[in-house]
């Protein structure tokens, strides 16, 4: 993608493939058969990072600087079909990755937290994988057949399941 800084997590819906680049604030669309454009450069979205596609849009979750600093936390931002960012929940911290889990979502926290966020943008800490030795954890996979989320250590090198 021309001009590319961070590209980060990718992920597909409503015909499409979406792509942050963490480095350049922006979010990248891209349809089948077209070509990559920009769906959001919105200034709200500091470090754009982990992202999920919606029937409305895509849920965004930022790192608020980058590289990653918790003085200057992210959150979680709706982000419609205009490209415009809409801050969704109070909470704030270092995001990294963000999946569905049936009328919510799961939430990396860079720091080593797992959190869950129902529709309302209200947190709750799952877990805090630091007390397991977790160094950083990065963008996750969830399986929600299985109620299962993986979590990359990105500092240890390592991976740790983690059963809801």
Known sequence: IPGAMFLNDVATGRGAVYASDTGANRIYRYTPGGSVETYSRDPALPAPHGNVVEEDGILVVTLGAFPPDP???????????????????????????????????????????????????????????????????????????????????????????LRL
Not at 86 to 114: C, P
Not at 123 to 131: E, M
């Open 71 to 161: 003085a200057t936390p992210g959150a979680v931002f709706r982000v419609g079909e205009d490209g415009a960012a809409e801050r969704f929940g109070t909470g704030a911290a270092v995001l990294d990755g963000i999946e569905r889990d049936g009328d919510g979502w799961v939430v990396s926290e860079f720091g080593g937290k797992i959190w869950r966020l129902d529709s309302a943008g209200r947190g709750t800490l799952l877990r805090d994988l630091t007390a397991d030795g977790l160094s950083s954890s990065a963008d996750i996979g969830f399986d929600p057949s299985r109620r299962v989320v993986l979590v990359p250590d990105l500092v240890g090198n390592t991976l740790h399941l």
